[in-house]
């Protein structure tokens, strides 16, 4: 005895040794480092999706698309990494993605990943023309298939949106409050992403005029909230338009008095709700109400939001080790809106349940593991967002003295619910067999429950009953013995006899008319026809008469399920039931149901409607029901119930427009009689009659105790974006001996058994460091002492901190559009596990980049596209694009120009000249206009330079000498140049002080002093600003101060004298600080100068004539009379 318990106590040890081993507890054989993600392509770009997986070489790739295995071809290729290439996209390529990685070890299955191909936008809503009255609200919109920006234009013009008038909602509705004349006009939308750009078709928007006043109107809500389902992240529009007079205060609110998130809402317009970036605490009924200010006249409007959540894993599958014919059981908790759907896979392929292996409330449970049960489990969760795998392993340990399986497996029937079973021995171990355990099941069919029966070793046959009558069952045996089971033996099948039915269907009795009764009925079900029935046998009788009327009814298919019993009385109760058969024979018949034909009428009464009934549970049954088809307008509906074997309770009178009501407080297993018509101003109408059992309660399931409580309390709390602290309490067990602590953490949804982590300690708190920034992780912590452990504790969720982007949006583009408008497109920063809240867009121009002014757009998180509208033609505008988030903003991405070309406009008249001219002017004319042009152009520059380099040495000249009076008047000019006023021969005699003017007799508008041209204030005021203005005028200005004493007289000409240092003054056009230089002035036209008139100067100016038609006269002479050691000094004229 004591051998024998040391060889176990060997066994055990070995056991522990092999469990030991690094694969049976990391389960690190097979597992993916980058698996593939949704993509969206525009046609023709090649697309990449990613698959990489490490494990034991050698691993073969390869891939599935929408669940079957994908070929190679010329465009799709998978790479030496596992990737799958596509060359040149189509739109035959869209749909969803896995790749399965296999080794030795098994296969895994990747998360799925969605390809879309965008091609040309299409209007999904197009804007209707509209007619409003004066000072209402117009309302237009605009919807297209896929992500686009959306712009409106007005008579095929952008149309400004710098008033608080009119607002753009981002999902293309236009709204315009207090409409003008101004308004009206053709509309339309344009939608602009990368692969094409669009135009809707135009909408007309007429205007009503105003009769009179407007008068006081209630608010009314135009368009309201509508119900939404918006994907996590997503920006949703509330929309709410209200018009009334006063304009109506528009309010928000929840229809479950929850606050508005306003963290992440604003108002846009006059009352629109705008969530950006929602989250699933956002979804609800949201309740828009207009009011009128000071009073309490409102109107509301609602809509439901749905925010859609992509599944998230809230318990993943554990891997597990265990001995053959043992028990696993894989759990698999998800959460989501839509629920998602869970399916099972072993090393890739899709798990049915059957037999052994069973699937209910999420939980794979594999009985009987057999050798051929080791393999990789994955659990994958599904919904319209996207897709989680979660993977676990099963690894079976094999005894090696183990017996051989039974043999010769016989199966013989007994009845229609008992089966023989006999077997022999194995044929090796057979002495160490202590049980027999005998596994059957129906063969037919998926998900079916496999049974098991364990007799001792001491008989080789069985009978086992229960089963159903006419089914195929199959059969298995296992011996065991204390150190494990056998293999499964050989598989036998066998089929039960018939037997009568075991029940009768239900009856629903409806009246058609007063004569007759329509008897239908559901088919049994195989457990309680207990074979294929042949007939169905109707008896049927008055409540008043004994006389019993039968009618049997073979059955040529399952689709025999009513029978109209016809030649009926009218307004009398029927007694009907009925019995079924098989080859066996005939069931007992069911109980009595009793149905009243209707009363003879010639008016029309509504007919019986079409019932249903569901139960719910034990307690509750769902009654639905649809009116047949009838000219009598309903007034509602009668429903009344009642147990079998009882009288009628009250009735329930329900409104036209129910067709379903819950019945509650029912007993359990008890059959119901359901009755139900509609009734109109006629009277009531025809009944229908149907009955229903309801289920059984389930019982409440034992739990079973853990040996040791689990850790509790605890909390966790994130230090950054890759450290979380984590803390807990020692539960209260009396124990003295020395505890450690496992944590498990691993991020919420992971794509393999790989992502999880363990941290031991023998303190009550830890660090976890290495984790990923913005993810959502779980954690659990388990006790051990004295070699025993604790289960898991419940998991509690943390997510690290945010991280603020590292680098800049990739893929910058800048496309021009339109002559003043681009679109600028970019990709999310290359940074993984990153959320951008928001996009800014920095242009200009270059000459607003040198001045350091920037126009700023942001956009968005989910947006990646922009409109720059309104540029300037012939300019070089500079893009650049940063991200940000609530941690802070990125870096900006490199600077990506957009050249404009110059655009020219020219009238009607302008543009026929220029080409009348181009017939009469030659190619060598051409160009020597174009080299005097050029010529003109440098002298110009060259006289410019030479001006600003005197200016500066003139104020510092001496004053010049007097050489002269001259008293003689000169002739009045015909028009002032500066007023229009004629002056008669006035003289201003004043003496000469200092500075000495000089007629030239020539009867124009010019005067000359020391100081260069002056001017009458009339004139100054006219004259317009040249580029030397300030300059000038400040000189002019000196002038004046300087001399007080001047003699001068508008219209005459004056002559001076000044010194070598004075310069030539000559206006350029009108500008009175207009100058020129020159040594020589050369001829002067007295008659050309008498026939100018201010009309004509003021015109050549306006039209940027040259300078020579407005400059009369400059002459230059030499006097050395006076002062013959001086220099040259010059005589000028100068124009008043």
Not at 448 to 467: P, S, W
Request: with cysteine; glycine share 6%; net charge neutral.
């Amino acid at each position: 005895m004591g051998s024998v318990d040391w060889k176990t106590h060997q066994r055990l040890l070995i056991l522990l040794w092999v469990l030991s081993f690094p694969g049976v507890f990391s389960f690190s054989e097979l597992s993916f480092t980058l698996e593939p993600k949704d993509v969206a392509a525009s046609h023709g770009e090649p697309v990449i999706l990613d698959c990489q997986a490490q494990g034991e070489s050698p691993i073969s790739v390869r891939w599935r698309k929408n669940g079957v295995q994908l070929l190679q071809s010329g465009r799709l290729q998978v790479l030496s990494n596992g990737s799958l290439c596509i060359s040149s996209s189509e739109r035959s390529d869209e749909g969803f993605y896995q790749c399965l990685a296999h080794n030795r070890y098994g296969a895994i299955l990747s998360q799925t990943s969605r390809l879309t191909i965008s091609n040309e936008l299409m209007f999904v809503t197009q804007p209707v023309s509209a007619e409003v009255r004066l000072g209402s609200v117009a309302r237009f919109s605009c919807a297209v298939s896929a992500s686009a920006v959306i712009s409106w234009q007005l008579n095929q013009t952008s149309l400004p949106l710098d008033s608080d008038r009119i607002t753009v909602l981002p999902n293309g509705v236009l709204q315009i409050h207090d409409v003008t004349m101004r308004d009206a006009g053709t509309y339309r939308c344009l939608a602009t992403n990368l692969s094409s750009r669009v135009r809707s078709q135009e909408a007309e928007l007429s205007i009503i005029p105003a009769s009179g006043p407007r008068p006081l109107v209630k608010p009314l809500i135009i368009a309201g909230p509508q119900n939404i389902s918006a994907a996590l992240h997503q920006s949703v529009v509330l929309e709410c338009l209200a018009e009334g007079n006063p304009r109506p205060l528009v309010s928000w609110s929840r229809a479950d008095s929850k606050p508005i998130d306003v963290s992440g809402a604003r108002v846009l317009g006059n009352g629109n709700l705008i969530i950006s970036a929602v989250k699933a605490h956002h979804s609800g009924t949201y309740l828009c109400r207009a009011t009128t200010p000071g009073t309490r006249n409102y109107s509301t409007a609602h809509g439901n939001l749905t925010v859609l959540v992509p599944p998230t894993l809230v318990e993943k599958p554990e891997s597990q080790t265990r001995p053959r014919a043992g028990t696993a059981r894989f759990s698999c908790q998800v959460e989501g809106t839509p629920v998602p759907r869970i399916t099972w896979f072993k090393n890739g392929q899709l798990i049915h349940s059957n037999g052994r292996t069973k699937m209910y409330n999420n939980k794979l449970v594999i009985t009987q593991i057999i050798p051929e049960d080791d393999a990789f489990y994955q659990c994958q969760a599904e919904n319209s967002q996207g897709s989680v795998v979660s993977t676990s392993r099963l690894i079976v340990v094999l005894s090696e003295d183990r017996p051989s399986a039974p043999r010769n497996i016989h199966a013989e029937t007994i009845s229609s619910s008992a089966i023989l079973l006999a077997w022999e021995r194995p044929q090796y171990n057979a002495d160490k067999v202590i049980a027999y355990s005998i596994h059957y099941m129906k063969s037919e069919g998926l998900n079916n429950e496999e049974y098991q029966a364990v007799i001792g070793n001491d008989t080789t046959n069985h009978i086992v009953d229960d089963l159903e009558p006419a089914r195929n069952y199959t059969f298995y045996i296992v011996a065991y013995m204390p150190m494990g089971a056998s293999g499964m033996s050989e598989q036998v099948t066998q089929h039960t006899l018939e037997d009568v039915p075991l029940r009768t269907p239900e009856l629903s009795l409806t009246s058609r008319s007063p004569t007759n009764i329509l008897v239908s009925w559901q088919p049994l079900p195989p457990k309680l026809s207990r074979g294929r029935v042949s007939a169905y046998r109707l008896s049927y009788r008055t409540a008043t008469d004994e006389q019993l009327i039968s009618v049997e009814l073979p059955v040529p298919s399952e689709n025999c399920t009513q029978y109209l019993l016809q030649g009926l009385q009218p307004d009398t109760i029927y007694l009907i039931r009925m019995s079924a058969s098989t080859r066996v024979g005939w069931s007992q018949p069911s109980a009595w149901s009793s149905h009243r034909t209707p009363k003879t009428s010639s008016a029309t009464v509504p007919p019986a409607p079409n019932l249903e009934l569901e139960p719910v549970n034990c307690t509750s049954v769902t009654v639905r029901w649809h009116p047949a088809s009838s000219d009598a307008v309903l007034q509602g509906y009668k429903l009344s119930f009642h147990p079998d074997g009882q009288s009628e309770d009250s009735v329930l009178q329900l409104p036209p427009h129910d067709h379903q009501h819950s019945i509650t407080g029912l007993n359990p297993r008890v059959k119901y009689h359901v009755k139900l018509l509609a009734f109109s101003a006629n009277g009531d109408g025809y009944q229908a009659h149907q009955t229903v059992n309801t289920p059984g309660c389930p019982s409440a399931p034992h739990r079973r105790l853990a040996a040791l409580p689990s850790p509790d309390h605890i909390h966790a709390t994130a230090d950054s974006s890759s450290e979380v602290s984590l803390s807990w309490g020692r539960p209260a067990f009396s124990s003295g001996k020395p505890v450690s602590y496992s944590v498990r953490y691993g991020p919420v949804s992971p794509s393999d058994a790989a992502a999880v982590r363990y941290v031991q300690t023998s303190e009550q708190t830890v660090t976890v460091t290495g984790l990923r920034s913005n993810t959502r992780y779980e954690f659990a912590v388990r006790l051990h002492t004295d070699q025993m452990s604790s289960p898991w504790s419940a998991s509690i969720y943390h997510r690290t901190l945010l991280e603020a982007p590292s680098s800049p949006p990739r893929s910058v583009r800048v496309s021009l559009i339109e002559e003043d408008t681009a679109l600028v497109s970019w990709k999310q920063p290359d940074q993984p596990d990153l959320s951008v809240t928001h996009y800014t867009v920095l242009y200009a121009s270059q000459s607003s980049w040198l001045a350091g002014e920037w126009k700023v757009l942001q956009r968005e998180g989910t947006n990646t596209m922009a409109l720059l509208e309104k540029l300037e033609s012939g300019s070089v505008y500079l893009v650049k694009i940063s991200a940000s988030n609530q941690a802070g903003d990125g870096p900006f991405s490199s600077t990506v120009e957009l050249r404009l070309t110059r655009r020219t406009h020219h009238s009607h008249a302008q543009k026929t000249a220029f080409i009348a001219g181009l017939y009469n002017i030659d190619e060598k004319s051409m160009s020597g206009i174009i080299a005097g042009v050029c010529i003109a152009l440098s002298i110009i520059i060259l006289c410019i330079f030479i001006l600003l380099t005197k200016s500066t040495t003139r104020r510092k000249s001496a004053s010049s000498k007097m050489i002269g009076r001259v008293g003689n008047d000169v002739m009045q000019s015909g028009a002032s140049s500066a007023n229009q006023q004629q002056t008669e021969n006035a003289e201003v005699l004043l003496p000469m002080t200092r500075t000495h003017f000089i007629d030239a007799k020539g009867g124009t508008n010019l005067m000359i002093n020391h100081a260069g041209p002056i001017m009458s204030d009339a004139q100054s005021k006219r004259k317009k600003s040249s580029m030397f203005n300030n300059n000038q005028k400040s000189n002019g200005n000196k002038s004046k101060m300087e001399d007080p004493a001047g003699l001068y007289e508008v219209g005459k000409m004056v002559l001076r004298y000044e010194d070598e240092q004075s310069r030539v003054y000559c206006p350029l056009g009108e500008s009175e600080s207009s100058q020129t230089s020159g040594a020589d002035s050369g001829h002067f036209s007295h008659d050309e100068t008498e026939t100018s008139s201010p009309n004509r100067s003021s015109d050549k100016s306006n039209d940027g004539e040259t300078f020579s038609n407005e400059c009369i006269a400059s002459i230059c002479a030499q006097i050395s009379a006076e002062m013959p050691l001086r220099s040259p000094s010059h005589l000028q004229f100068t124009a008043l």
